[in-house]
């Protein structure tokens, strides 16, 4: 009888697991986006600027081996392909870049080879592993697509995400115009439960964190995100009030 009730009870936890997908949702960063009044008032009077793009590296020109990697190499072209699409006028970057390296300055407007550029869009910083965690794992009804309550496990689920970082100076002022950081989170529309791998098990029974699964982003989600993020930062420059 014992035997009998046990194998209804595991079929009964089969078929509604069965009903049930199982999702990993990290909690979002805010984007953070700063448009001065001046950069503002330059974009209304002039909607196609002159610019030109700058890069974590100082030292880099287009044909560099400084760059740090060539998904950067490929990330700053496609960034500027998009600022073309947007209808800006982008400088030789390798040009200007050398021009400013060589000026020994950070006084943009003091720099002649910057005569004709009305804005430096400079790449602060590109961070492809930052982190996400979460104790949370959400059933969602393979019928109705309707999330249900969410359970709290002692697996730790972890992953990375991205964040890109850019920053908005107007060169006859030298003013630090525009202040853009944008994030993507794994699997914005949710981490699919069986897709994450045991990295660690916790010897001690009593621990909160039973174990830490991890789930490896594709490289190519990773750069796709950043070409978008270029979209927002021209669709942030746009926002005049």
């Given at each position: 009888m014992i035997k009998k009730f046990f194998c209804v009870l595991t079929l009964v936890s089969i078929l509604v697991s069965c009903r049930s997908t199982y999702k990993i949702f990290y909690p979002s960063y805010d984007d953070e986006k700063i448009t001065k009044t001046s950069l503002k008032q330059l974009l209304k009077l002039n909607p196609s600027p002159s610019v030109v793009l700058r890069v974590p590296n100082t030292n880099d020109n287009a044909t560099s081996n400084s760059v740090r990697s060539q998904e950067d190499r490929v990330f700053y072209s496609s960034v500027e392909k998009e600022l073309l699409k947007a209808g800006l006028n982008v400088r030789d970057r390798g040009l200007i870049n050398t021009s400013i390296v060589n000026a020994q300055s950070t006084d943009y407007s003091k720099i002649p080879a910057l005569m004709n550029t009305d804005l430096i869009i400079e790449i602060v910083d590109i961070n492809r592993a930052v982190p996400y965690s979460t104790?949370?794992?959400?059933?969602?009804?393979?019928?109705?697509?309707?999330e249900k309550n969410k359970v709290i496990e002692p697996i730790l689920y972890q992953s990375n995400g991205a964040f890109v970082e850019y920053k908005v100076v107007l060169?006859?002022?030298?003013?630090?115009?525009?202040?853009?950081?944008?994030?993507?989170?794994?699997?914005?529309?949710?981490?699919?439960?069986?897709?994450?791998?045991?990295?660690?098990?916790?010897?001690k029974k009593t621990s909160r964190v039973g174990e830490i699964r991890e789930y490896v982003?594709?490289?190519?989600?990773v750069e796709n995100f950043?070409?978008?993020?270029?979209?927002?930062?021209?669709?942030?420059?746009?926002?005049?009030?």
């Open positions: 104790h949370e794992v959400t059933p969602i009804d393979r019928k109705t697509g309707v060169v006859k002022t030298n003013e630090v115009a525009g202040l853009y950081k944008f994030y993507y989170k794994p699997c914005p529309t949710g981490c699919l439960l069986q897709e994450f791998k045991v990295v660690k098990k916790s010897e982003v594709i490289a190519s989600k950043l070409n978008a993020s270029v979209k927002d930062l021209v669709a942030a420059l746009r926002e005049i009030e």
